[in-house]
């Protein structure tokens, strides 16, 4: 069994000030993360993913996480928040196969930017 | 790029109505799958096929159906419109499992 939680439904940043986003996750497997982020109206577009190799793991955009096994945590970092970031981002967890069908979501945390 | 690629965008039904959402995808990916969200949740896995011919559910499947007749094409079918049906549906695809899984710009559907 396996199961995501982002510990904030909201987080408002102002810009150009870092950005946190955090997520706990358990999962029976060694799992691999993902972070995706999902802009109005669009689909979700993947960030960055953990798989097993370097615990931090640089992604699109400025963002980065760090997988941390001994407190089951996979926070998502930006040091300096832009506009263009005011979305929505998932953290996903994995089966063991990491198929889609595997596949489990976060809650979501709506990041506001202000000006 | 078009991707994956969901029609219709928006969708109003009536109770009882049937309708068929269509999702193509053009990078010849085994895996596709189709999730809805609801309001401040996560996405949930409906359907989901390995390739074609192949379809299973996943952990929401009741009131849909789903068919894989080619590679590129996976509709995703409500034959009998509820208001619990009212969401935002997703469908995606990947190569196989393990692989980055890309995502349509979804679909929005009422049911009144």
């Known amino acids: 069994a396996q199961s995501v939680t982002q510990l904030d439904s909201h987080v408002s940043v102002s810009e150009g000030t870092p950005v946190l986003l955090r997520c706990n996750y358990s999962?029976?497997?060694?799992?691999?993360l993902f972070w995706y982020v999902q802009h109005p109206n669009k689909g979700l577009q993947l960030l960055l993913k953990?798989?097993?190799?370097?615990?931090l793991v640089k992604g699109i955009n400025g963002f980065e996480a760090e997988f941390k096994k001994s407190e089951t945590s996979f926070h998502l970092t930006k040091p300096s928040a832009h506009m263009s970031d005011a979305a929505e981002y998932f953290c996903?967890?994995?089966?063991?196969?990491?198929?889609?069908?595997?596949?489990?979501f976060g809650g979501g945390t709506r990041l506001m930017v202000k000006p | 790029n078009a991707g994956v690629t969901q029609t219709p965008k928006f969708r109003i039904l009536k109770i009882g109505q049937s309708m068929t959402l269509q999702c193509a995808q053009d990078?010849?990916?085994?895996?596709m799958y189709w999730y809805r969200q609801d309001p401040g949740m996560g996405l949930k896995l409906i359907y989901y096929?390995?390739?074609?011919?192949?379809?299973d559910k996943g952990e929401v499947p009741n009131g849909y159906n789903v068919s894989r007749s080619t590679t590129e094409d996976f509709p995703l079918r409500l034959e009998l419109a509820a208001p619990s049906q009212t969401s935002v549906y997703f469908c995606?695809?990947?190569?196989?499992?393990?692989?980055?899984?890309?995502f349509g710009e979804g679909s929005w559907l009422t049911v009144v």
């Open positions: 995606a695809s990947s190569e196989s499992s393990g692989n980055t899984i890309y």
């Open positions: 999962s029976s497997y060694s799992p691999s």
């Open positions: 953990y798989t097993s190799a370097a615990t």
């Open positions: 996903v967890v994995s089966g063991p196969n990491n198929a889609g069908n595997m596949l489990t």
């Open positions: 990078m010849n990916h085994n895996y």
């Open positions: 096929s390995v390739g074609a011919g192949i379809t």
